[in-house]
Every structure is written in C-alpha cells, then in structure tokens.
C-alpha cells in the first residue's frame, strides 16, 4: 500500500461514520496501517493527525503504547507468546525459551532474514488452550515444546 493509498483508506473509514467522533477512528487507523506497512512510521502517523484532526502526538502516544503496533520494522510473521498466568502455569517459560533457541532471537527482536518477529503478549482470551501463542492470525493451543519446528516451518523456517 501507498501513502496516498493509506490516506484513501482512512477516508473511506471516517466516511464510513461507524465511530463517534473523529478522534475514535485512531486505533482502527492504526491497525491499518500496522496491517499494509513494515511498520507505522513517522509519515503515516502525520497522515492519520492530518485525516483525523488530532495533534500528531496524540496517534504518536496510541502507536507506540498498544503492543499490537510496531513502530520499529517487524517480520513477516509476528509469534506471539502468551505468558499470563494460565499460559505461564502451563509451561509459556519453556516454549518462549525454545523459541528463543530455534529462532536465535531474544523476545522483542526480529530474524535477520526477517522473517520471524518474537514478543510476549498479554492475554488472549484462549487460556483453554493454555499454553497459547499466534503466528500472525493464526492461533495454536496447548502448544508443547516438540511441536514448535513444526509449526515455524509452516511459515518459511529453515532450520533443523
Ligand atoms: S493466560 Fe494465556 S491466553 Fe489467557
């Protein structure tokens, strides 16, 4: 997606009137933007202040605060740990550990061949499945250690 494009694509949300008021159209602008670019960075958050007529800090403070934006440029594929309490008590620890080896990243960073980014994340609403992570949208529930190369070649890994 273009800038001109990303501006279109707001306009279409805000002519769209779902939101009280222009200012609640932020998130969703957001997530657009996370969705069609590498990363939110400096041009779109004017663009978002500009459509929406907010002060640019405003979308500045929103991007960097919510953990599902990246500010900083993000893998193809974000996996997404779950390491609240249920997550946590059925062996979240061990499966960001593996991850961590398999990966040859710390949590927060990104392959070199940019593939995979690694995060933590708060809870998902699947602690059923506890332990759970996602790969982009999709989600994988009660997650055992043995499992994580398979599911990392699902999306392009090389390794083992
Ligand atoms: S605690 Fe992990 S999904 Fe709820």
Redesign the pocket.
């Known amino acids: 997606m273009t800038y001109e494009e990303f501006r279109e694509e707001i306009r279409k949300l805000v002519a769209s009137n779902r939101y009280p008021s222009l200012k609640s159209y932020t998130l969703p602008a957001l997530w657009i933007a996370e969705k069609n670019f590498p990363r939110i960075d400096a041009e779109i958050m004017r663009i978002i202040a500009a459509e929406l007529q907010i002060p640019l800090i405003e979308v500045e403070e929103a991007a960097r605060f919510y953990a599902m934006f990246h500010t900083e440029p993000k893998g193809k594929y974000i996996i997404r740990v ?7 008590l059925n062996g ?1 620890e061990e499966i960001v550990k593996e991850l961590k080896k398999l990966l040859g990243i710390e949590v927060g960073q990104t392959t070199p061949d940019g593939l995979f980014t690694l995060e933590e ?7 059923d ?4 992570l996602t790969v982009n949208e999709e989600r994988f529930l009660r997650v055992k250690k043995e499992e994580l190369p398979q599911i990392l070649k699902k999306f392009g890994w090389q390794g083992e």
Request: aromatic share 6%; hydrophobic share 35%; net charge negative.
């Open positions: 779950c390491t609240n309490l249920s997550c946590m979240a994340y708060e809870c998902m609403g699947l602690c499945g506890a332990p759970a």
